[in-house]
């Protein structure tokens, strides 16, 4: 439905506040059980940081995982979960979504036009943890074309991420992606992103947009296509202003903004906050953000909307932020792109950080890390190992046969040029690895010292340092057709050498409102606030601040509103 025609009656069964993976599901599961729903979004599309996520979802137990023969037991993953999240395994919670994850992706399976499709060989990210999966945990939306949806998502659905496109065209982890890094090699890959490449440069010419969808925006757009299909109403560029309650202190409705004037919206069963948590409030970051003094040392892969709204709207009636997290923020290593308009762009180091010949160092040339680990991992050990005083960085260094085959950043590899890359300062290149520590203010002799011992074990398909290429998740992230004996291992040794700086970044915010197992948020005295539920990222994580696998924010996000939305429909006393 068009945001133009939402009923002007103002009362509904269900009010959610934000429109990404939690605030849909929430909405589609609740219409679909007979409740009346309106989604307000402050943004004037739909999707939020779930829109340039790459939309996979860590679903343990889920039906495709059956389909392939793998039937585990809950206790399985819920050992892994207890074993990574230590002191804060919140065993109702945790419990809550391994039981609601598989029910909800049967749900949207089979009566929505969410489809998906398994993630048969993601391995959990610490393959040495008893419980880690070696695969068959996840889940990501099945692509779609944009023109199958129809012009009404069309209209509501955040474009992809510039910085994580080709071009502007999303490529999907798998098969897809594959196809690219071996176009090169293989006469079938560059095939595949020739047919790829030209519909996207086709779409662009006739459609001014591209229309193949996968990642995020696949996710988002099959949410709304769902929540339409359902009767949702949804209003963009709409931001609630406040929560309504009644004497007793139930919520009972929102003061929303938009276009229309200031309104109050009655919700009969319950509001819903999915705003997409606070990593755009400059405040709060300086406050709970480690190595942050003014709150600007960080850069964020979501959009500038999510301010913390939720949160405070949250607040304002007695619930209360979660600060007992292992971590407040789900980290992830980012460059700085700048482009010769003078904008700024943000880099997501997913890929390149686990191929093979390339490391990470920090200024005084040292390893740190298993390069290989994943993205909140890689960040946390910089943040924790640079020394105070620094400024918080390191640099992925490689050489020429790295660039050959893998991106290093935003620089893609051959035949891709690099010289934009080099000329805006984005890529720094050496003919040697003393020339290239030079340029770019890194120790020379500690850099020469770490490359010479790290190509020395590399070569037999070691890393005594740090362990790269030992689980499945590290051999998943290298190279099968890597020549030499470790998919996640070779030297560099063949110049000329490449350097980009890395610095602290985000995906998004763990620490969110104070929640029982049913998504109702709690007061200082540990009681639900009557009508108020907060999923997504305005939920406290329940992975607790920790990142054991890819995929923990986007599947409890999914499976909380999933949850959040049956149980209102399910509420007495209240009419479609």
Known sequence: MNPATVSESLTYDVVVVGSGAGGLSAAVAAAHGGASVLVVEKADVCGGATAWSGGWMWTPRNLFAHAD????????????????????????????????????????????????????????????????????????????????????????????????????????????????????????AFVHCARRVSTHMLDLATERRGQQLVNGTALVG??????????????????????????????????????????????RRGVVLATGGFTHDIDRRRELFPRTPTGREHWTLTPPTTTGDGISLGESVGGRLDRSLASPVAYCPVSLVRYRNGRQGVFPHILDRGKPGVIGVLADGRRFVNEALGYHDYTL???????????????????????????????????????????????????????????????????????????????????????????????????????????????????????????????????????????????????????????????????GGHYPSGGINLGPAMTFGYLTGRRLASTTGATR
Request: aromatic share 8%; hydrophobic share 40%.
């Open 381 to 543: 050990a910089m943040i924790e190992q640079v020394p105070d005083g620094e400024e918080v960085c390191s640099w992925l260094i490689a050489d020429q046969q790295y660039l050959r085959y893998f991106p290093l950043g935003m620089a893609k590899p051959f035949p891709i040029p690099t010289w934009p890359y080099l000329r805006s300062g984005y890529l720094s290149k050496g003919r040697t690895i003393r020339d290239l520590a030079e340029k770019i203010g890194v120790d020379p002799d500690g850099l020469e010292k770490t490359v010479t011992a790290f190509n020395e074990s590399a070569r037999v398909g070691e890393d005594p340092e740090f362990g790269r290429g030992t689980t499945p998740f590290n051999v998943k992230s290298g190279d099968a057709d890597n020549p030499w004996p470790n998919p996640s291992l070779a030297p560099l040794e063949r110049g000329p050498f490449y350097a980009v700086k890395v610095v602290p970044g985000s995906f998004g915010t763990f620490a969110g409102l104070v929640t029982d197992s049913s998504s109702r948020v709690l007061n200082g005295d540990d009681r639900p606030i009557d009508g108020l539920f907060a999923v997504g990222v305005d939920q406290s994580s329940v992975m």
């Open 69 to 188: 023969g793998v039937h585990e037991d809950r206790a399985q993953p819920r050992r892994y979960l207890e074993h990574r999240l230590g002191d804060e395994f919140d065993a109702a919670k945790v419990d809550a979504f391994l039981d609601g994850a598989p029910e909800m992706v049967e749900f949207f399976e089979r009566h929505t036009a969410l489809q998906f499709v398994p993630g048969a060989a993601i391995a959990d990210i610490h393959g040495d943890t008893p419980g880690a999966g070696t695969g068959h945990r996840s889940v990501a939306p099945k692509p779609v074309s944009l023109r199958r949806l129809g012009s009404d998502v069309a209209a509501l659905l955040r474009r992809q991420l510039y910085e994580t496109s080709f071009l502007g065209m999303g490529i999907m982890a798998g098969p897809d992606l594959q196809a690219f890094l071996h176009s090169t090699r293989s006469g079938r």
């Open 222 to 267: 099959r949410l709304l296509r769902s929540a339409l299909d359902a009767g949702v109403d949804i209003r963009v560029a709409t931001a609630a202003t406040a929560l309504v309650t009644d004497p007793s202190g139930r919520v009972t409705g929102v003061r929303i903004d938009g276009p229309g004037g200031a309104r109050t919206v009655s919700a």
